[in-house]
């Protein structure tokens, strides 16, 4: 990402992902947003609030919102309000297909291992059709199968105006 969008707004809750850009990306003041921790759900919103906001500047930079799978099922519909809106936004999605940090909160809870639990609701089955789901609510969407795919992909959807959802496939 730091080759492709260096001056990037990003707004990250990728959670179980978000140790490769925090470890690879120094990021400039007021570049970067993510939570403390505790909670799924905020990083459309917040992404969108982040868009609002710099259409508002002089020279608005590109908004990046990094999610996870689990977190953009929180508010999906968050891509109709910004293409309701005509936001320029990249959303990248780290899909593992399943809720990996609750299967991690449970084990540092619970202790033991994966095969020890029965993780109710937390595999995505049948999967997720993350790109048909963000073309229903009006943004542009493609699946990144392949680590190589990401660099233009992520090109291509900030070189547009509008709504682009990125569903990466990343190992679990």
């Known amino acids: 990402m730091k080759r492709v969008a260096d001056s990037a ?12 850009i925090k470890t690879r990306w120094d990021s400039d003041p007021e570049q970067y947003v993510t ?18 906001a710099e259409r508002q500047r002089d020279n ?39 809720y990996r940090i609750l299967k991690d909160d449970t084990l540092d809870l619970l202790g033991g ?9 937390m595999d995505f089955d049948p999967q997720v059709d993350i790109v048909q789901n963000a073309e229903s609510h009006v943004g542009r969407a ?9 660099e233009r992909a992520l090109e291509d959807a900030l070189a547009r105006d509008g ?5 990466v496939l990343v190992h679990d």
């Open 113 to 121: 291992d994966e095969e020890d639990h029965e993780f109710v609701g």
């Open 163 to 167: 709504v682009d959802v990125l569903d």
């Open 142 to 150: 493609e699946l990144v199968e392949n680590p190589d795919g990401i």
């Open 9 to 20: 707004y990003v707004v990250d809750e990728s959670v179980t992902s978000m140790f490769p």
């Open 35 to 52: 939570n403390k921790g505790g909670g799924l759900g905020y990083g459309l919103p917040v992404s969108i609030g982040g868009a609002i």
């Open 60 to 98: 608005p930079r590109e908004v990046i919102g990094f999610v996870g799978d689990g977190s953009y099922l929180y508010y999906p519909n968050a891509i109709y309000s910004a293409a309701r809106y005509d936001l320029d936004l990249t959303v990248v999605i780290a899909d593992n297909r399943n």
